[in-house]
């Protein structure tokens, strides 16, 4: 007998979820695809659009995975919800097209919002129980009467976005109470459409669809929508709710005084109440909990987990996990982080205030002067503020209503981690909960669809059966102390309302400055890219979350497409070439209107007429530095291998004429081959390009110093790389290793010639990664001879591969290399992931970092027709030579 899953889907401001869950053991199956939405246009930079044709695709994609690692059957899932981000507003057309989809960010209709408070705040609040805001329904529409009202006059449905999924599941569009109570437009006391303020905008009330309870069953999967999940057809389907008050039924919290405190990207603190209750000042947020019949007292502490990640990501720049070790140093600090206080990601939250949302870090270099420990106390006081934002919201509810609780619920990302929810809790002097699945809002939705398949009778029983403790954690022996902290904290928050009110009004002006790029495409627009260079399967994962991906790698396929029109018709219909050896001339061009830009896989595009490509305005971009990790790799391999006597030693267990446990042998190995570490040596490298920045790099753990000669990179460039800029005749008096890593020109030939071999140091080492024309042989050969240098690597030669009779290849002290530095598997994924950075860069309206042709971005346009040279530029490119697709 196969098992009982239940699925739900939470669709958030930066990725969907797909959450499996066995109706029987409460196990539940996870994953999860990143999401983004561009600026919209002709919105000041305030608005944001929803591409939902790519979120139903990506919600496909993370079903499909979850059903593979739970090892489920389509026949195993009994029933199916959704539930979303709030104030979110999906507008239909006759046919069901989405003409307008907006996240929760979306501010659009901030001048609106502030104008409806100022005429009617108090009547909306009362009603509708929200203070007029830019992220509710009803100042959008306002906005588009106003600006778009074309949009609004062809919208025959309006919906929230875990309604429209709800409808796409099953092909009924129905309203759930609790995301209708987050529009404005909702009667909180009469659980209906309040269509006397939506009938005062303007709007018709016609367009808002009947509403249901959470869990109501409103259909059945449609073939389509199953086709899409890869589930069976005529599953139940149930309507969810709202994602804050679907991680309350995932928290617990399903009777009267119940406090959830839901912190994942946002953080929401949600009382349930018997009753409708307000806060007769506006700051607080009321609204319909899942259960029927039962409300709910919102204040919102904003966007916490999202500034924790940000500030995590300043504090530890390029860590694979920014956020972990964040969390990790805080707990190596104490209570009171040393002195060090925080309010980023701190908000009390005040529904009538609408500002930039700020925060600040305050310490002492007297209080806190141990700079290696100093991080370990930043991170603490960004949890501890976050901790203190949620108790001052939690106080805030509790005030008004009237009710304490005797414990608080913990749901969202934040409740994994158990410093912070002790820390909430000594604050408090309460205890804390939190639940095996901390996914809180995708498992209520969970519940919602288990009640519309008739596998729990109500909400609350599917609640009891499904969410479980993890653990409880009990106010400490730290609380006092923390109480007194919270006091202090929460005295200068107040107190600096009016400096940050100031500064507020300077960001506003610097974040409405920050207006998007002309070219940027539109979040409907997937462009079909066309890939015939090789990449790994993560790079064209990158490629397709943008467009359509054809793949045909020239290596595999073994042809390379040779221009004209045998490559413009293999073009056709695709926006984005992405190439690595193809002839890309004019002809081609010319007979390839739909190209918008070409991302060529080599260090030099010489297989690309960058020039006619510019003409018709094509952004070329390329992708220097695929290799620089493998040279980079190999170089510091050589120094390692140069300063241990590596090559010798390898060969001493070979020889012949040892025995086993012959001690005088190991003396001899071990006096004869003793050599020395990186660690506090000094390592000069001529050129600071993509190979020198990453040798660097990772010299940097190993302790050593290094210097840099390039004329073309300023010393605050080498600063940023861990590098001292220096002179050429420095460098080499200084350095322990000098390795080369510049071009091949005119000016680089034989830099390293017999006079700088002469200023190099006694004893030092010569490393070649890059040219041989950089160093004259005759000279390297004298230096080693003569003991200048005690040895050298390299991966060049002048005649390649050097013959056996070679002066340097065939010496002891000299590591000698086929040209092997940028030859690794994983050439393909380094290429195709720079390609992918500059195609999402394009999209986005940014410059790409390796665009070839920048002048061509100005006027360029994703959806218009291309630029077309005048018939006597025509002429002339034509007889260009073809390009070449040797490097």
């Given at each position: 007998?196969?098992?009982?899953?239940?699925m739900a889907f939470?669709?958030?401001?930066?990725?969907?979820?797909?959450?499996?869950v066995?109706?029987?053991?409460?196990?539940?199956?996870?994953?999860?695809?990143?999401?983004?939405?561009?600026?919209?246009?002709n919105?000041?930079?305030?608005?944001?659009?929803?591409?939902?044709?790519?979120?139903?695709?990506?919600?496909?994609?993370?079903?499909?995975?979850?059903?593979?690692?739970?090892?489920a059957?389509?026949?195993?899932?009994?029933?199916?919800?959704?539930?979303?981000?709030?104030?979110?507003?999906?507008?239909?057309?006759?046919?069901?097209?989405?003409?307008?989809a907006?996240?929760?960010?979306?501010?659009?209709?901030?001048?609106?919002?502030?104008?409806?408070?100022?005429?009617?705040?108090?009547?909306?609040y009362?009603?509708?129980?929200?203070?007029?805001?830019?992220i509710?329904?009803?100042?959008?529409?306002?906005?588009?009467?106003?600006?778009?009202?074309?949009?609004?006059?062809?919208t025959?449905?309006?919906?929230?976005?875990?309604?429209?999924?709800?409808?796409r599941?099953c092909g009924?569009?129905?309203?759930?109470?609790?995301?209708?109570?987050e529009?404005?437009?909702?009667d909180?006391?009469?659980?209906?459409?309040?269509?006397?303020?939506?009938?005062?905008?303007?709007?018709s009330?016609?367009?808002?669809?009947?509403?249901?309870?959470?869990?109501?069953?409103?259909?059945?999967?449609?073939?389509?929508?199953?086709?899409?999940?890869?589930?069976a057809?005529?599953?139940?389907?149930?309507?969810?709710?709202?994602d804050?008050?679907?991680?309350l039924?995932?928290?617990?919290?399903?009777?009267?005084?119940?406090?959830?405190?839901?912190?994942?990207?946002?953080?929401?603190?949600?009382?349930?109440?018997g009753?409708?209750?307000?806060?007769?000042?506006?700051?607080?947020?009321?609204?319909?909990?899942?259960?029927?019949?039962?409300?709910?007292?919102?204040?919102?502490?904003?966007?916490?987990?999202?500034?924790?990640?940000?500030?995590?990501?300043?504090?530890?720049?390029?860590?694979?996990?920014a956020?972990?070790?964040?969390?990790?140093?805080?707990?190596?600090?104490?209570?009171?982080?040393?002195?060090?206080?925080?309010?980023?990601?701190?908000h009390?939250?005040?529904?009538?205030?609408i500002?930039?949302?700020?925060?600040?870090?305050?310490?002492?270099?007297?209080?806190?002067?141990?700079?290696?420990?100093c991080r370990?106390?930043?991170?603490?006081?960004?949890?501890?503020?976050?901790?203190?934002?949620?108790?001052?919201?939690?106080?805030?509810?509790?005030?008004v209503?009237?009710?304490?609780?005797?414990?608080?619920?913990?749901?969202?990302?934040?409740?994994?981690?158990?410093?912070?929810?002790?820390?909430?809790?000594d604050?408090?002097?309460?205890?804390?909960?939190?639940?095996?699945?901390?996914?809180?809002?995708?498992?209520?939705?969970?519940?919602?669809?288990?009640?519309?398949?008739?596998?729990?009778?109500?909400?609350?029983?599917?609640?009891?059966?499904?969410?479980?403790?993890?653990?409880?954690?009990?106010?400490?022996?730290d609380?006092?102390?923390?109480?007194?902290?919270?006091?202090?904290?929460?005295?200068?928050?107040?107190?600096?309302?009016?400096?940050?009110?100031?500064?507020?009004?300077?960001?506003?002006?610097?974040?409405?400055?920050?207006?998007?790029?002309?070219?940027?495409?539109?979040p409907?627009?997937?462009?079909?890219?066309?890939?015939?260079?090789?990449?790994?399967?993560?790079a064209?994962?990158?490629l397709?979350?943008?467009?359509?991906v054809?793949?045909?790698?020239?290596?595999?396929?073994?042809?390379?497409?040779g221009?004209?029109?045998?490559?413009?018709?293999?073009?056709?219909?695709?926006?984005?070439?992405?190439?690595e050896?193809?002839?890309?001339d004019?002809?081609?061009?010319?007979?390839?209107?739909?190209?918008?830009?070409?991302?060529?896989?080599?260090?030099?595009?010489?297989?690309?007429?960058l020039?006619?490509?510019?003409?018709?305005?094509?952004p070329?971009?390329?992708?220097?530095?695929r290799?620089?990790?493998?040279?980079?790799?190999?170089?510091?391999?050589?120094?390692?291998?140069?300063?241990r006597?590596?090559?010798?030693?390898?060969?001493?267990?070979?020889?012949?004429?040892?025995?086993?446990?012959?001690?005088?042998?190991?003396?001899?190995?071990?006096?004869?081959?003793?050599?020395?570490?990186?660690?506090?040596?000094?390592?000069?490298?001529?050129g600071?390009?993509?190979?020198?920045?990453?040798?660097?790099?990772?010299?940097?753990?190993?302790?050593?110093?290094?210097?840099?000669?390039?004329p073309?990179?300023?010393?605050?460039?080498?600063?940023l790389?861990?590098?001292?800029?220096?002179?050429?005749?420095?460098?080499?008096?200084?350095?322990?290793?000098?390795?080369?890593?510049?071009?091949?020109?005119?000016?680089?030939?034989?830099?390293?010639?017999?006079?700088?071999?002469?200023?190099?140091?006694?004893?030092?080492?010569?490393?070649?990664?890059?040219r041989?024309?950089?160093?004259?042989?005759?000279?390297?050969?004298?230096?080693?001879?003569?003991?200048?240098?005690?040895?050298?690597?390299?991966?060049?030669?002048?005649?390649?591969?050097?013959?056996?009779?070679?002066?340097?290849?065939?010496?002891?002290?000299?590591?000698?290399?086929p040209?092997?530095?940028?030859?690794?598997?994983?050439?393909g994924?380094?290429?195709?992931?720079?390609?992918?950075?500059q195609?999402?860069k394009?999209?986005?309206?940014?410059?790409p970092?390796?665009?070839?042709?920048?002048?061509?971005?100005?006027?360029?346009?994703?959806?218009?027709?291309?630029?077309?040279?005048p018939?006597?530029?025509?002429?002339?490119?034509?007889?260009?030579?073809?390009p070449?697709?040797?490097?």
């Amino acid at each position: 007998m196969g098992k009982s899953f239940l699925m739900a889907f939470d669709l958030g401001g930066g990725s969907g979820r797909c959450l499996l869950v066995d109706a029987e053991t409460g196990e539940a199956f996870s994953s999860k695809r990143n999401w983004s939405y561009p600026v919209a246009p002709n919105t000041a930079g305030l608005g944001y659009d929803l591409d939902t044709e790519d979120m139903w695709r990506k919600l496909g994609e993370a079903c499909r995975q979850v059903m593979e690692e739970a090892g489920a059957g389509p026949e195993e899932v009994q029933g199916v919800a959704a539930t979303s981000m709030r104030n979110t507003t999906v507008l239909l057309d006759s046919s069901d097209r989405v003409l307008l989809a907006t996240p929760n960010q979306d501010g659009r209709a901030l001048g609106d919002a502030l104008m409806l408070a100022g005429e009617r705040g108090m009547e909306f609040y009362d009603t509708g129980g929200h203070w007029p805001g830019p992220i509710f329904t009803a100042p959008r529409l306002i906005w588009l009467r106003n600006n778009a009202p074309q949009i609004l006059e062809r919208t025959v449905r309006a919906a929230c976005l875990s309604d429209w999924v709800g409808f796409r599941l099953c092909g009924n569009l129905y309203a759930e109470r609790s995301q209708a109570g987050e529009t404005m437009l909702f009667d909180q006391r009469k659980r209906g459409w309040a269509t006397d303020l939506i009938e005062s905008l303007g709007v018709s009330a016609d367009i808002f669809p009947e509403v249901v309870d959470a869990g109501t069953r409103i259909g059945e999967l449609s073939r389509e929508a199953a086709e899409n999940l890869g589930l069976a057809a005529g599953i139940p389907v149930a309507a969810g709710g709202a994602d804050t008050q679907c991680g309350l039924l995932g928290a617990g919290c399903v009777k009267g005084g119940d406090i959830g405190v839901i912190a994942g990207t946002s953080m929401s603190v949600q009382q349930v109440c018997g009753e409708y209750v307000l806060d007769g000042e506006g700051r607080l947020w009321s609204g319909q909990h899942v259960i029927p019949g039962l409300y709910i007292l919102e204040s919102n502490g904003l966007l916490s987990g999202t500034v924790l990640d940000w500030f995590s990501h300043i504090l530890q720049a390029g860590s694979d996990d920014a956020l972990a070790v964040v969390l990790a140093q805080a707990a190596r600090s104490e209570p009171g982080a040393s002195g060090v206080f925080s309010t980023f990601g701190a908000h009390v939250g005040d529904a009538r205030s609408i500002n930039v949302i700020q925060g600040s870090l305050t310490m002492s270099h007297m209080v806190t002067p141990d700079t290696l420990a100093c991080r370990d106390h930043i991170s603490r006081a960004l949890l501890e503020g976050i901790a203190y934002s949620a108790w001052a919201n939690t106080a805030q509810v509790i005030e008004v209503s009237g009710m304490e609780p005797d414990a608080l619920d913990i749901g969202g990302g934040m409740s994994r981690n158990a410093l912070w929810t002790q820390i909430l809790g000594d604050v408090a002097g309460k205890a804390v909960r939190t639940y095996t699945v901390p996914e809180n809002s995708a498992l209520g939705a969970a519940v919602c669809a288990g009640v519309g398949a008739g596998v729990f009778p109500d909400l609350v029983e599917g609640s009891r059966l499904l969410v479980r403790v993890e653990r409880r954690q009990d106010p400490g022996a730290d609380r006092d102390q923390y109480q007194t902290l919270y006091a202090g904290w929460r005295e200068a928050l107040d107190k600096r309302a009016e400096c940050d009110s100031c500064i507020a009004n300077q960001m506003a002006v610097a974040m409405l400055s920050h207006a998007p790029s002309a070219c940027e495409a539109p979040p409907s627009f997937r462009p079909r890219i066309l890939v015939t260079a090789s990449m790994d399967d993560a790079a064209l994962d990158a490629l397709r979350e943008m467009g359509e991906v054809q793949y045909r790698p020239w290596r595999e396929k073994m042809t390379i497409l040779g221009g004209g029109h045998e490559l413009a018709d293999v073009l056709e219909g695709f926006e984005v070439f992405v190439t690595e050896m193809d002839v890309v001339d004019f002809e081609a061009l010319q007979a390839s209107a739909g190209l918008k830009t070409i991302i060529c896989c080599r260090v030099n595009a010489v297989n690309v007429d960058l020039e006619a490509a510019t003409a018709f305005g094509i952004p070329v971009a390329n992708t220097p530095g695929r290799n620089a990790d493998a040279v980079a790799d190999i170089t510091v391999a050589y120094m390692i291998m140069l300063a241990r006597k590596l090559p010798e030693a390898a060969t001493f267990l070979k020889q012949s004429g040892g025995e086993a446990g012959d001690l005088m042998r190991m003396a001899q190995a071990y006096d004869t081959y003793q050599g020395g570490e990186l660690w506090r040596k000094t390592v000069g490298l001529v050129g600071l390009g993509n190979v020198g920045v990453r040798v660097a790099s990772r010299l940097r753990p190993f302790g050593a110093k290094v210097l840099f000669y390039d004329p073309g990179v300023s010393a605050g460039e080498g600063i940023l790389a861990g590098a001292e800029k220096v002179s050429f005749e420095e460098l080499l008096r200084r350095s322990d290793f000098v390795s080369v890593h510049a071009p091949a020109s005119e000016a680089t030939e034989n830099l390293m010639d017999g006079e700088a071999f002469s200023h190099m140091k006694e004893g030092a080492f010569f490393i070649n990664t890059a040219r041989a024309s950089l160093a004259d042989d005759e000279a390297l050969a004298e230096a080693l001879e003569s003991g200048k240098l005690a040895g050298a690597a390299l991966d060049v030669f002048t005649v390649e591969p050097p013959g056996p009779d070679d002066r340097l290849a065939g010496r002891d002290d000299v590591i000698a290399t086929p040209h092997i530095g940028g030859n690794t598997r994983e050439i393909g994924a380094h290429q195709g992931d720079i390609a992918a950075d500059q195609l999402r860069k394009l999209l986005r309206g940014a410059a790409p970092d390796h665009i070839l042709n920048p002048q061509v971005l100005e006027g360029f346009d994703w959806m218009g027709p291309r630029r077309e040279p005048p018939p006597g530029e025509l002429e002339r490119l034509a007889r260009n030579p073809k390009p070449s697709i040797t490097s």
